[in-house]
């Protein structure tokens, strides 16, 4: 539970000893003029309702020495705090598919964890950077009304019968009154849907009064923002949505949305065009989904770890010792970033481009996988992989100096601290990763005697040249001895 929620719950007590000793007092005091004052801004963001009427409550504070009323007093607060409790957490079960990002993951990197410019869904609505584009949003609507040629009523009456379905999509009880919560799933759905389609639709002409396409610098900021778990809204509100307008100028496709979105996230990752299409279809839960569900291993190798094995504090060491010991890396021709071999002493590994949207989908990916149950976690096993390989900012020069990471606006150190703070975060099982044929590979090969004697002796020049002297003399000092006895014997 965040900060906020934490307050309101704190004012929520506060209502409930305002009601108590109103209903003590019979009269408004001093005390509840300053709660209300207290749920004003509370109850202008629509995150909270006023102070709720508890007179099952009892009669007031209990005076001292009262056993009776202090227990009706005391059970009654803790039933109304068993209940609010109930209502807040009952996000947990299956319909529940937009969280939080862990707490253990939060701090990061704040830039990939919050939006930075359009607030999507309820958690960060309201937030004093955001409300420029929660005006934009009304232009979206206009021009999707104008785009189906419906009416506003009978698009609000379609989102009212979705209203339980989406607040229970959250992780968090939503405090907003209904009309406030439909009216934002019509400006949010709305917004995303004109944006995806007009990023696509280059060739349409240009409004004068567009917020967005008049700035084309904030594009891609727009895309990392949804892209950002703490910003979704369920997929199917999109869908409903995408079908009530697909009967005019868009294709009325089961499979046309998802290949939409897709085609905008490729702006800011491109991959072939096969290979999207083979997730047209795809069963997510929103959009953050989707990009997690096409960017899974195409020919991940199986899970085969020896469960008799036990790996080291650190099974695969840092690029610094790898090298010494032989092992050779290269940059592997793929797609496919998750896909990493380990061949004969060469360890190969798809490059990646460190900027501000990849290191917003790693985030959030790690994140969604926190919440995902009995299921494969891709991400989490990459970056804990990395995570091993980099220990410093020399790691990430090597690994760059083989073409395997390239930066963009960040030097070694921010790739080096991105990868330390995200890998210590997470929760991995080195037995279910999809790597550990490579985790276990590498390790082996790193204590082995070869390995060990390709530290000792040739891990650096000085080294080659000492080993090589040695057995110079060696070579020398046996030819001198065979000379010897040969002369002699024929002497």
Not at 151 to 163: M, P, Q
Not at 341 to 364: A, G, H, M, Q
Not at 429 to 453: I, R
């Amino acid at each position: 539970m965040d900060h906020r929620a934490i307050e309101i719950d704190e004012l929520q007590d506060a209502a409930f000893e305002y009601n108590v000793a109103g209903s003590a007092a019979g009269s408004i005091g001093g005390d509840q003029l300053e709660l209300m004052t207290k749920w004003k801004p509370f109850m202008a963001n629509g995150l909270a309702s006023p102070p709720r009427n508890y007179d099952e409550a009892g009669p007031g504070h209990a005076p001292a020495g009262s056993r009776n009323e202090t227990v009706t007093y005391c059970l009654a607060r803790v039933r109304r705090r068993l209940g609010e409790r109930e209502r807040r957490f009952r996000a947990g079960t299956s319909s529940c598919t937009i969280f939080r990002i862990p707490p253990t993951l939060c701090g990061i990197n704040p830039k990939a964890e919050q939006p930075e410019i359009v607030s999507i869904g309820p958690y960060h609505r309201g937030r004093d950077h955001l409300l420029e584009f929660e005006e934009h949003k009304w232009f979206f609507l206009r021009r999707f009304l104008h785009r189906t040629s419906s009416n506003e009523a009978s698009l609000i009456e379609l989102l009212a019968a979705e209203e339980n379905s989406v607040r229970s999509s959250y992780s968090e009880t939503v405090l907003m009154s209904s009309g406030d919560f439909v009216e934002m799933m019509l400006l949010d759905g709305c917004f995303v849907l004109e944006l995806l389609l007009h990023i696509c639709r280059s060739d349409d002409a240009i409004d004068e009064d567009d917020p967005i396409f008049t700035r084309p610098w904030i594009i891609p900021i727009l895309i990392r923002d949804l892209l950002k778990l703490e910003n979704q809204v369920p997929f199917f509100l999109l869908k409903s949505l995408f079908d009530f307008s697909s009967s005019t100028r868009v294709e009325a496709k089961t499979d046309y949305l998802c290949t939409l979105a897709l085609r905008v996230f490729d702006l800011a990752y491109p991959r072939p065009g096969a290979l999207l299409k083979d997730y047209e279809n795809p069963q997510c839960k929103h959009l953050l989904d989707l990009f997690y569900l096409t960017i899974f291993p195409t020919n991940p190798d199986p899970c085969n770890y020896p469960q008799m094995y036990r790996p080291s504090d650190q099974s695969v060491p840092c690029v610094t010792s790898l090298r010494p010991s032989g092992i050779k890396f290269k940059s592997k021709k793929t797609h496919d970033f998750l896909d990493i071999s380990f061949r004969k002493r060469v360890l190969e590994i798809p490059s990646i481009t460190i900027n501000d949207f990849t290191t917003t989908v790693l985030v959030n990916c790690v994140a969604l996988e926190q919440y995902k149950e009995n299921s494969s976690k891709h991400i989490t096993d990459y970056v804990s992989f990395m995570h091993c390989l980099i220990n410093q900012p020399k790691d990430v020069s090597l690994l760059c100096s083989d073409g395997i990471i390239t930066r963009f606006s960040h030097d070694d150190q921010y790739v080096a601290n991105f990868f330390n703070k995200l890998g210590k975060s997470t929760v991995f099982n080195v037995h279910g990763c999809y790597l550990s044929k490579q985790f276990e590979e590498l390790e082996s090969y790193y204590y082995s005697t070869w390995a060990n004697m390709m530290r000792t002796y040739f891990s650096s020049p000085w080294s080659v040249i000492s080993v090589f002297s040695a057995f110079l003399v060696i070579v020398l000092t046996v030819i001198q001895t065979v000379f010897a006895v040969l002369g002699y014997r024929f002497h």
